[in-house]
């Protein structure tokens, strides 16, 4: 999971290098981009994002299959006391060197777990997402021109502005009739 992070961020360092040299239109269109993954990009970067999206997710599940709006138990194994079964993270998530380090560890000596490998997919697609989107405006920027329904839009707009001004103008021969 900490590779995700690793991309992310040399996608956003990269992005910033080229925002440098590009075209202030082109910067605003890569800018619009990344709104609209900011705040899942933000989540990603914090401090033990992937272990807080973990405890999150496993106790969101646990209260779906106690209200019934989850069917298959979070984990398969016969432990009536297993961690996963009661909402947590199991304590040798902790022991490894990483989050993902220390439920595969677990995991290799646990059967069951079911709810860990959701989380790990929710989190990668989420993921995904997000780097995506930063790929995307970073091929903007490389490529230093709007895309070509961008700039239908912005000749539209500009059209539109200059009949609005056309519109409005005084100093027609009209206008001082």
């Given at each position: 999971m900490e590779q995700l992070k690793s991309e992310m961020d040399a996608l956003s360092e990269a992005i910033l290098d080229f925002k440098q040299v590009a075209n202030p239109e082109v910067v605003d269109a890569a800018d619009?981009?990344?709104k609209s993954v900011r705040t899942e990009?933000?989540?990603f970067t914090i401090d033990k994002s992937y272990e807080r999206f973990l405890v999150k997710h496993i106790k969101a599940e646990k209260q779906?299959?106690?209200d019934g709006d989850r069917t298959e138990p979070l984990c398969s194994c016969s432990n009536p006391y297993c961690?996963?079964?009661q909402g947590k993270l199991p304590p040798a998530v902790a022991l490894?060197?990483?989050t993902d380090?220390?439920?595969q560890a677990f995991l290799?000596?646990?059967?069951g777990g079911e709810i860990v490998d959701e989380a790990r997919d929710q989190w990668v697609e989420d993921a995904g997402v997000v780097i995506q989107t930063l790929t995307e405006a970073l091929s903007l920027l490389k490529?230093?021109?709007?895309?070509e329904d961008r700039v239908d839009e912005d000749a539209e707009e500009s059209k539109d502005e200059t009949d609005a001004e056309s519109d409005t103008d005084t100093d027609t021969p009209e206008a001082t009739a």
């Open positions: 619009e981009m990344i990009h933000t989540r779906a299959f106690q961690n996963l079964k490894g060197e990483t380090d220390g439920l290799m000596e646990h059967d490529s230093n021109e709007l895309p």
